[in-house]
């Protein structure tokens, strides 16, 4: 009777975890089941009796990655010209580059979007950038459904479909895939890196498009971290996010070396702030002397001679636009050689760092069946510089071109923590040799097309290879997905998914001589469009320049197409758009097919513009007030009150202990740009930053007294729109104790840099008289913003 009691028991137990697990909708076979994330659980397989002497356990088991997958590498480079990394032709020493190219294969026609995180969401998704909401960068997001800068959960990630597969991630560095206004300590944290859209098991860096690399605004997961040491310790950000990523794969290897991973590598170099260490500055000292016109013409010979392009292929001329390297003065030509050889330093310096990564997985004995994507540039080179370079690049993208002046006083500091340079458009124009335009521009392919490394020893028999095959960056995770052996999922998380739009590279790797199973691609960017399409390119270059970041221009209807033949044509030489007109309407149309199918339009071309914050969702949007407690750091500028064009306040209640007391009591920005109120000298000090090239402060007439005290600033616009001057007037305690103008306002954003409550975390807004973090020696009750009524201004313009 015991024994057939206990039967029953097993068994009933057996049919209930199997009617948990395995509900109607999921009992289907299990090669169905593959496609479906996460796997149902499998049924419990022991033997439950009264007692554990006659029952026999089973643990759920871990989900294992396929026999023999292999480890993924990405590496992803950020602003790299085609021309400018020594293994495609450039000037520049690229020596960890080399050896993979020489143990692996080269993509010469392996193109990208044209733009940081529309990039960067193609790549981790497989998808379109438009078809998972990331048409434009996170930062400039409108509410179409090609530019919200949500990636939609019908769009999994690549790391969430591997780690449901078995396989550990981590992502190192630069993320910029997570809308603006949820990088909050409120979320919603799905689309941080570690959450359910993207996948990643662990995080490492910075969440915006750039960071300083002395002084980056860094996470580890969702949480805010302080950089481990200074710049004067020898701090970079490079390096440190190389470090974190040997750490984690030295601890993965330790403690489970069967289990797969999966890293992506994504450095913040070398977009600007092009900042590296002083001895890498010093490598390409007189190296650029020539010019960029000249370094063109050498890079192009090289690429020839490495066979890196066709022989028949073309140097494309320098668009009226650029101006002529001989027609620059001395000292214009001395301050570009200066931020050509800084940025190229900077290049050198990146690829050192991945060496020291690779030499981490060769010596786990891994490199062999590790897949290696070195992808060298999510665009092309940025001319966002403007046509002079500038010493703050945020101004830059804030419409404003601090140029040669800027650049002379900053002159010996270039490169490094007290500037944030970035070169003119004529070095950006030559690292994208031998094509034509840069960063941004998507119909041509000094914006889009990038070199692309793959090694990977035991899946592929090429060495020193060279693959002609026309692909882009959405190729590279269905390609991943095929080397593991790992089905496209259909449901992950519960949400059926689009389809993944990119087609494998896997093929090509030991078939040099295959035809691209890429057949049609559209591309666009802030207006530029362009389609391939069976081997032939339509292109336009629409109105506003790459370097013009203010004022939408030109004419969508008006835009002149261009036409190229690309089987005999690889740098888009020859426009033959006169001689086939009816091929010209024939792409036209099969671009607006795409753009239809992928959520291209509405087509926008506004820039800064679109940096505006109020454009996008804030849940302080319909608030005119916040108060801040103490120990409030970190609040990314998406997330916080308006304070661009606008009348605010800041009331600050504290009390000190003492007439010592000094630091900082809020502060938003940092040595890029922004503004803070602060004691020094014993008396309350407003701060306001422009671009570090103008510091405006209201000092208090009065110190700051003993006891309980209430600081009020007002700031107010002379006049309306971005940009304009604004009055400040200084209270505290209700009396009026300081005032003053601040000439020059930022328009649109200060930076990266968050707002803070008792400190300035990362950089000072004032170097000039603290350093970070300047805590406030006293005690804080709360800081409100807010924002003054519409009548305030009125008042002010009148």
Request: charged share 20%; net charge negative; proline share 7%.
């Amino acid at each position: 009777m015991r024994e057939k009691y206990s039967a029953l028991l097993a068994g009933a137990a057996t049919l209930a975890l199997s009617a948990l697990f395995f509900p109607a909708s999921a009992q289907t076979s299990g090669a169905d089941t593959d496609t479906v994330l996460p796997r149902p659980e499998a049924p419990f397989k022991g033997k439950i009796g009264e007692t554990y002497k006659d029952s026999t356990p089973d643990f759920p088991r871990q989900m294992r990655a396929p026999e023999g997958a292999p480890n993924v590498l990405v590496i992803l480079l950020d602003d790299v010209g085609f021309g400018h990394a020594g293994t495609l032709g450039g000037a520049v020493k690229t020596a960890t580059m080399d050896r993979l190219a020489r143990d692996g294969i080269v993509f010469n026609q392996f193109h990208t979007t044209a733009l940081c995180s529309p990039t960067r969401a193609a790549l981790l998704t497989g998808r379109n950038h438009h078809s998972v909401g990331t048409g434009v960068i996170i930062e400039m997001g409108t509410g179409y459904p090609g530019y919200t800068g949500i990636v939609p959960p019908s769009a999994a990630g690549l790391p969430e479909i591997l780690r449901l597969n078995g396989y550990a991630t981590a992502a190192f560095g630069k993320w910029h895939n997570t809308p603006a206004n949820e990088i909050s300590p409120a979320g919603p944290f799905d689309r941080w890196p570690t959450g359910r859209t993207w996948g990643f098991e662990n995080f490492y860096g910075f969440m915006n498009g750039e960071t300083s690399q002395f002084y980056p605004v860094l996470y580890q997961n969702t949480s805010p971290v302080a950089q481990p040491k200074q710049p004067d310790q020898g701090y970079h950000f490079t390096e440190d996010m190389t470090d974190q990523a040997i750490g984690w794969l030295n601890r993965i290897n330790a403690t489970n070396p069967q289990k797969p991973w999966f890293l992506y590598y994504s450095t913040g170099a070398i977009h600007a702030p092009h900042h590296v260490p002083k001895e890498y500055r010093e490598k390409y000292r007189g190296k650029f002397d020539a010019g960029w016109d000249k370094y063109r013409e050498e890079t192009f010979a090289r690429q020839k001679q490495l066979g890196v392009i066709p022989e028949n292929a073309k140097l494309t001329p320098r668009p009226d636009e650029i101006p002529a390297w001989d027609d620059q003065s001395a000292d214009a030509k001395r301050i570009y050689e200066r931020l050509m050889e800084n940025y190229s330093g900077f290049l050198e310096h990146t690829d050192v760092q991945v060496g020291r990564l690779i030499d981490t997985v060769r010596a786990a004995g891994e490199l062999d069946n590790t897949l290696i994507f070195f992808i060298v540039g999510d665009n092309g080179a940025s001319a966002e510089g403007g046509l002079e370079g500038t010493a703050n690049e945020i101004a830059s993208i804030n419409g404003i071109q601090l140029g040669l002046e800027g650049l002379k006083e900053k002159f010996d500091e270039i490169g490094g923590p007290e500037t944030e340079p970035h070169v003119p458009v004529g070095w950006a124009w030559a690292a994208d040799a031998p094509f034509k335009w840069t960063k941004q521009v998507a119909s041509h392919f000094g914006g889009t097309r990038n070199g692309l490394i793959v090694h990977w020893p035991k899946g592929m028999k090429s060495k020193d290879g060279l693959r002609t095959q026309f692909h882009h960056v959405i190729d590279i995770a269905p390609t991943i997905l095929e080397a593991a052996g790992i089905p496209e999922p259909t449901i992950v998380n519960g949400v059926e998914q689009k389809p993944i739009e990119g087609v494998s590279m896997k093929y090509a790797f030991d078939d040099e001589a295959a035809p691209s199973h890429r057949t049609v691609q559209y591309f666009e960017m802030l207006g530029n469009r362009g389609i391939y399409k069976d081997g032939w390119m339509a292109t336009t270059r629409h109105g506003r320049l790459p370097w013009e970041t203010a004022g939408a221009q030109g004419n969508f209807d008006s835009d002149k197409w261009e036409l190229y033949n690309l089987n005999d044509d690889f740098t888009q030489a020859n426009d033959l758009a006169q001689q086939f007109p009816d091929k010209v309407e024939a792409l036209k149309s099969a671009f607006m097919e795409e753009a239809r199918k992928y959520n291209v339009l509405p087509l926008d071309d506004r820039m800064s513009e679109r940096f505006d914050v109020t454009l996008r969702p804030n849940p302080l949007a319909h608030l005119n007030s916040v108060e801040y407690g103490a120990g409030v750091t970190g609040i990314n500028e998406a997330a916080f009150l308006n304070t661009h064009g606008v009348p605010f306040k800041i009331t600050a209640n504290v009390e000190a202990n003492d007439s010592d007391a000094e630091g900082v009591i809020a502060a938003i920005g940092g040595i890029t740009s922004g503004w803070s109120l602060y004691v020094a000298d014993g008396k309350p000090v407003f701060t306001y930053n422009f671009f570090d090239v103008e510091k405006y402060s209201v000092q208090a007439s009065e110190a700051l007294p003993a006891g309980a005290a209430t600081i009020e600033v007002d700031v107010v616009p002379t006049e309306a729109g971005a940009g304009k001057p604004a009055d400040v007037t200084l209270r505290m305690n209700g009396q009026h104790v300081g005032e003053g103008r601040v000439e020059r306002t930022v328009p649109f954003a200060y930076g990266v840099e968050g707002f803070d409550v008792g400190m300035d975390t990362v950089s000072p807004v004032d170097s000039d008289e603290y350093q970070s973090p300047f805590a406030f020696t006293g005690m804080i009750k709360g800081v409100t913003v807010e924002r003054q009524p519409e009548s305030v201004l009125e008042r002010a313009i009148k």
